[in-house]
Structure formats: structure tokens, C-alpha cells
């Protein structure tokens, strides 16, 4: 009798062990097909629009698009990038004023780059470079297109935006609000 009872409790450490070590296999398993949480980016992005410059409580005389270097990377913003801007259901141009060229800089890993419509300055800050697009306060669409015409960053902003990234326009700005 003694023995069987000395048996049933290496049995039971026994099944007692392998089922630890199966939870442990299986967790690591799952562990590993997790994806990660956040990507790291690959090239610059419009980190901000705002196009409420110059109307009514208006904290700026002008409207800007603000591009942000989130890489590890300088990343060459030559004279065949553009910023183009359009109406919320509006068409892109190719060319014309809606299209502002950017001039040859290198935006090194983490810095900006402002550009302002219409002026040499936005609230006593200098501008990078100037454009002369009027965009709206409420509802737009700007897209970064490299030099070979594809479209690096779009946003679609205020609920009649039809382009945008994500699941949805950005949500409407304002006159004192950039996206």
C-alpha cells in the first residue's frame, strides 16, 4: 500500500511538471507571433496642417504644413518633392499653384521643416520656405509626393475630406486648431 501511494505521487509531480513546461512552451510560442506595437517609420510625414492663417480669431496671419523627419536616417527633400494641396473632394494637381515645390534641403533625423503659405514668417517664426496656397480652416486634403511621384504622407482632414490615411479624416481644425 505504502508503495502505491509513493507511485500515485511521482505520477503526480510527474503530470504536475509537464504541464507547467506545456504552459511554458505554449506562452513562449504566443509570445513570439506577437507583432509589434508600433512600426518605425521610413520617411518623412506631415506632422501638421493648418489653414485657418489670416481669418477671424486667427492666431496666424497664414496658413502652413509642418513635415517631420521621424527616422534614424537625413532624408534628401529635393527640388522634384512637392506639397500639393486640394479641397476636401477635390482632384490633386500636377502642376499650378495648389503644388508648392520643395527646395533641395536634407532634413536630418528628427527636425522639422516649415512651410508657410504666403509669407516669410508665421507668428515671428522664419519659415523654411514659403508657398502661396490658400488652404482651408475646415476640411482639406495635403499629400507629400517624392521625385518619383508617389505619394509619401497624406492627410485628409474635417469630415468631408474622400483621401485620407488610416480609418478616417483627421478630424476638423479650426481657426485657432492646426491637425
Known sequence: MHRSKILIRILFVFILLAGLLAGVFISTRASVNVAPLRQSATNVVISQVYGGGGNSGSPYQNDFVELFNPTDAPVSLNANWSVQY????????????????????????GHYYLLVMGANSIGGVNADQTGSTAMSATAGKV???????????LVGYGTTANEFEGGGPAPSPSNTKAD
Open 86 to 109: 486640394v479641397a476636401a473632394t477635390g482632384s490633386f494637381p500636377s502642376t499650378g499653384n495648389n503644388l508648392t515645390p520643395l527646395t533641395s534641403i536634407t532634413l536630418a533625423p
Open 143 to 153: 499629400r507629400l509626393v517624392d521625385s518619383d511621384n508617389q505619394v509619401v504622407d
